[in-house]
């Protein structure tokens, strides 16, 4: 008994056997030394490490909320699950075929006088190259949505520091309406019993109300700009709940002056947006390669162990066969001019992006200009004029060489230039924080809607995860 058991073992280990020599053959020609990708370098240098940091005791400071921001901010989250899907793909699309086991009989019916018992063993091996090339496309696709990760964290980082420098410089403006709330207060008071005492007219204590009123409209929307400006911070860095909290910084710190083609050619070289063109370029020329050796034809190999034949008395016996497809009509020529015009579409939008970077760059370049040419006027020439006047108006009035008109005129025109200085400052904050953040912004538009070329959405990803739709194998 135990003989007879052991024979059927025996037959079956040695068709495990030979599949185990045919896998071999597979992975030795079709996967050598692959290795799981290492992202680590593809992550551009622009973005900085931060480190966590503990609170400011004068406030909230920037480095805190984008590390905040990079920790909670859902469009990150969304480009690292697709990164993770990404790595997946380049998993999946490298994987040899499985082998495929059953049994065969035939001349059955035969009343046992002919039938025949077997294992059948069936494996396909990939030739050419092409699960290598598979995980090559795959890769540089994944780098591709490494980069889109990449400019998304910009992005993010953009918005809070233009949300940052809008809040702080609101509570600059809002202090800056109350002081002028309180001089008008004061100076209302003062026409007031000038009034009574019949040394000004009535429409000296009109004016004198009217700039009161005008006082608080300005305080109030001082007031509107902070809150829409903290909201904003709130949503990008991911908690919408968020508190209002004092900010700890200085918006109106001197930075270094920028020029143009030195940032041009910093954008050039460090934005994602052209690193993913380059990328896609490359994606491109390898599924050309790939295209290319699709008419290799797979071999595929069967095996047959039959441990039961009854047509020769029932001693076992076995085969082999071996078949390839002829490229007869199919030679993949149709996805072979498909990947060629997609390299060349590739190439084009490589080109494009690069034209496109540096006419975006222009008009936030001029806003910067103009703002840098503005806050270095009011801080050259503009607000100490206008505060040496008032002073000087001040001294008239008290010694009756003026009227109040004049008086009102003045403090008007210095509390409106410090409120246009603070205007010309929260521009140049901006154009220079656009200019350093790489042109990226509006992290929160839907997908597909942000201001850069860079496609953020999971629509693109999508098909290319589905598998090679050019290839069989």
């Known amino acids: 008994m135990h003989q ?14 030979f599949w185990l020599v045919v896998s071999s053959i597979g992975q030795s020609q079709d996967e050598p030394g692959l290795r799981y990708p290492n992202d680590a370098a593809a992550r551009p240098e622009t973005l900085p490490n931060l480190k966590p940091s503990e609170p400011s005791p004068k406030g909230v400071t920037l480095e805190e909320l984008e590390q905040r921001a990079l920790a909670s901010n859902p469009s990150i989250r969304r480009f690292s699950a697709l990164v993770g899907a990404a790595r997946g793909n380049w998993v999946q699309v490298g994987l040899r075929p499985n082998p495929s086991i059953g049994y065969e009989g035939q001349q059955l019916g035969s009343g046992g006088l002919a039938e025949q018992h077997g294992v059948l063993l069936t494996q396909e091996i990939v030739r050419g190259g092409k699960l290598g090339l598979n995980r090559a496309v795959a890769d540089r696709e994944r780098m591709r949505i490494e980069q889109e990760l990449a400019a998304q964290e910009l992005r993010v980082l953009t918005d809070v520091r233009i949300a940052f420098y809008q809040a702080l410089l609101a509570q600059r403006q809002i202090n800056l309406t109350v002081e002028l709330i309180d001089i008008s207060e004061n100076g209302s008071r003062t026409v007031d019993q000038l009034f009574r005492a019949n040394e000004v007219g009535r429409a000296d204590v009109l004016q004198a109300q009217l700039e009161a009123e005008n006082a608080r409209i300005l305080a109030e929307n001082a007031r509107n700009r902070q809150d829409a400006a903290w909201r904003s911070l709130a949503a990008v860095v991911g908690n919408s709940t968020l508190p209002p ?30 690193s993913a063109a380059a990328i896609e370029v490359e994606r491109a020329r390898l599924a050309l390669e790939r295209a ?19 047509g020769i008395g029932g001693k076992p016996d ?3 066969a071996v078949s390839i497809p002829v490229p ?119 997908a597909g809607g942000g201001e850069s070329r860079v496609d953020n959405s999971a629509s693109k990803v999508t098909p290319r995860l589905s598998g090679f739709e050019l290839f069989d194998k």
């Not at 290319?292 to 009854?310: A, C, F, K, M, T």
């Not at 990947?339 to 806003?367: G, K, S, V």
């Open 292 to 310: 290319r050796v699709e008419p290799i034809p797979n071999v595929s190999v069967q095996g047959l162990v039959n441990w039961q034949d009854n």
């Open 328 to 446: 007869l009509f199919n030679r993949n020529q149709g996805a072979i001019a498909r990947a060629e015009h997609e390299l060349i579409a590739a190439r084009q939008a490589r080109f494009e992006t690069e034209l496109d970077l540096q006419n975006r760059l222009a008009p936030t370049f001029e806003q910067y200009a103009n703002a840098r040419n503005q806050v270095d006027r009011y801080r050259q020439t503009i607000l100490p004029s206008a505060e040496e006047a008032l002073e000087l108006t001040r001294t008239t009035y008290s010694v009756g060489e003026t009227n109040y008109t004049a008086l009102l005129t003045a403090q008007r025109t210095f509390s409106q230039t410090r409120l246009n200085y603070l205007d010309a400052v929260r521009s140049l904050r901006i154009a220079e924080v656009e200019i350093e953040g790489l042109l990226l912004r509006g992290s929160l538009q839907s």
């Open 318 to 320: 076995g085969g082999i």
């Open 4 to 17: 007879v058991l052991q024979a059927p073992y025996l037959r079956v280990c040695a068709a495990l056997a």
């Open 245 to 274: 909290q004092p900010l700890a910084g200085d918006a109106e710190s001197p930075m270094e002056v920028l020029d143009f083609e030195q940032s041009l050619a910093r954008l050039l070289a460090l934005s994602p947006e052209m």
